[in-house]
Structure formats: structure tokens, C-alpha cells
């Protein structure tokens, strides 16, 4: 059986996995003062976090249509798949997975859509853990995406609530945290669900506090750190971990400014990482 893989951009899957592992990526919407743009596509991610703090209207999303999942899913087909994943966001944070349902009902059992649970390479990395496998079949594919969800740590520090407040998505957890916008909240993504894990009020507090979420993960399998147009932030945290955990990175580590559509949420200047334990 060939096997195909899709997902989104809002796995933050780097180009030149997209193209060795020949994933199709649909992309999602962001709609910014009035015009629509096909995520990376008319705006750069550092253009836009420079551009998001003096923004009047806030920008908002919007989730692939049926047709461009259905035009993903005929070109795997004609060009030889017996079969493919789909595999997209959490439900509980967008609708993707849902259009993506509708996508594949024309295509009657060749298509399976699989929830991640997840964000970014969160997200990513299971459509990657899947491609790996797609010439062992579809069941080896499937517990590819599971194994690698079982064992994945997605967890980030943004630098204001502002963001997530404006977005009118701040889960109850994080809002419980208090209402002073100066402050720093952590979360942990899992099982769908945005988790507050506390709060600090320094930036430098923050970066501990990742610091230690990563090194907590013990020996890991893929890294990726993550960040919204914070890349010296990034790459002291990375300079952190090799230092203090060097045996416990794999070979390949991954360092993303994520997509617009995660960061409209979230705000510039974040930071976080996405981590498979081996």
C-alpha cells in the first residue's frame, strides 16, 4: 500500500522536511486588516509579529476550504496513494479537522483523519512520525502518530495575556491565573487542552522556567524549540539545554518562529518547544 500524508500549516513542519518526506500542506487563513492571505503566503511571520503590536483590528483565522483539503487529497491519489492521513490540529482549539472531515467523505474509506491533540510541531512531528512509516502501511503510520503522541511535551511562555485575551480564547485555566495582562503566563498543550502551569512576571523568570520543562523531558527523541519572532531567546535556550543536557538532544534539533495563524493567539515574543521523550 502507498500511503500519503497530510496536514496543515499549522504543524510548522520546516520546507525541506515538507519536501523528503513529500507532505502535502494546506494552508490555513489569516485574514489581516481586511485581506485574506494564504498562511506564508503575501506575508512573512517576522513581518507580521512586527506588525501585530500596533495593529487596530485585531487579526483573526480561518480554516482551509473543503475544496483545497479534497485538491491534497485527488494529487496523492492520482499520483499513486491507495490511502492517506490527514492529520490536523486539535478540535477543541480550531475547526480544521472538521473541514478536513467533510473533505474526505467524497473519498469514502481512503481517507483517515486523525486528531492530534496538538500545535506546531506538536502537530508536526506526528505527521512527520507517520511519513517515516507511510511505506510500512497504514497501521504501522497509525501507531507511528500515536507512540509519538504518548510521549510528546509541548509547553511555552508568553510574554503577555494581552493576545490570547483580544482572541477571546483564553482557556479557563490560564484566565484563572489573574488579569493583570503584565503577566507571564506558562501553559502546557496536551490532549487538546491549553493548561496553565503557572506564572511569572520577568521575562528571565520565563526563560528558566522553559529551561526547566525541557530538561525535565529527560532523554528526547526530536526537539523542536518555538518561538513568535524571539529567535536570541531561542537560541539562548537551546544554548542552555546543550550545555546542561547535551547527551539527552537528539542529533537534529529544530528551531521555529511559529505560524502566524498560533501566534494571532499568542502574541510576539514567546517562547516554548515541542519534545517527543525517546
Known amino acids: 500500500m502507498k500511503l500519503g500524508i497530510v496536514t496543515d ?161 483564553v482557556p479557563g485555566a490560564v484566565a484563572a491565573l489573574g488579569g493583570l495582562l503584565s503577566i507571564k503566563p506558562m501553559i502546557e498543550l496536551a490532549d487538546g487542552e491549553v493548561k496553565a502551569i503557572g506564572a511569572v512576571r520577568t521575562t528571565k523568570q520565563a526563560d528558566e522556567r522553559i529551561l526547566n520543562f525541557l530538561l525535565a523531558c529527560g532523554t528526547m527523541e526530536r526537539l523542536a524549540i518555538l518561538h513568535t519572532n524571539a529567535e536570541g531567546r531561542a537560541r539562548e535556550l537551546l544554548n542552555q539545554v546543550m550545555q546542561r543536557a547535551s547527551q539527552s538532544l537528539p542529533r537534529d534539533i529544530l528551531m521555529v518562529n511559529v505560524t502566524a495563524i498560533i501566534g494571532t493567539h499568542l502574541g510576539p515574543n514567546g517562547l516554548g518547544f515541542a519534545a517527543i521523550r525517546a
Open 9 to 169: 500549516s499549522t504543524s510548522d513542519i520546516p520546507a525541506f522536511l515538507i519536501e523528503q518526506h513529500g507532505i502535502e500542506v494546506v494552508p490555513t487563513i489569516l485574514i489581516l486588516e481586511g485581506k485574506e492571505y494564504a498562511d506564508g503566503i503575501g506575508i512573512t511571520r517576522e513581518e507580521f509579529y512586527r506588525r501585530l503590536p500596533s495593529l487596530r483590528t485585531p487579526p483573526t483565522t480561518a480554516a482551509p476550504s473543503i475544496g483545497e483539503f479534497q485538491t491534497r487529497y485527488q494529487k496523492l491519489f492520482e499520483g499513486g496513494c491507495d490511502h492517506v492521513i490527514s492529520i490536523h490540529p486539535a478540535i477543541q482549539l480550531t475547526t480544521i479537522i472538521n473541514t478536513a472531515r467533510q473533505a474526505a467523505h467524497d473519498y469514502a474509506d481512503r481517507v483517515t483523519c486523525v486528531d492530534s491533540g496538538s500545535l506546531s510541531l506538536g502537530l508536526g512531528f506526528q505527521a512527520l512520525a507517520a511519513a517515516e512509516m507511510a511505506e510500512s502501511g497504514l497501521r504501522s503510520a497509525l501507531d507511528a502518530i500515536e507512540s509519538t503522541r504518548k510521549r510528546l511535551h509541548v509547553n511555552a511562555a508568553l510574554d503577555t495575556m494581552e493576545y490570547l485575551k483580544r482572541s477571546g480564547r
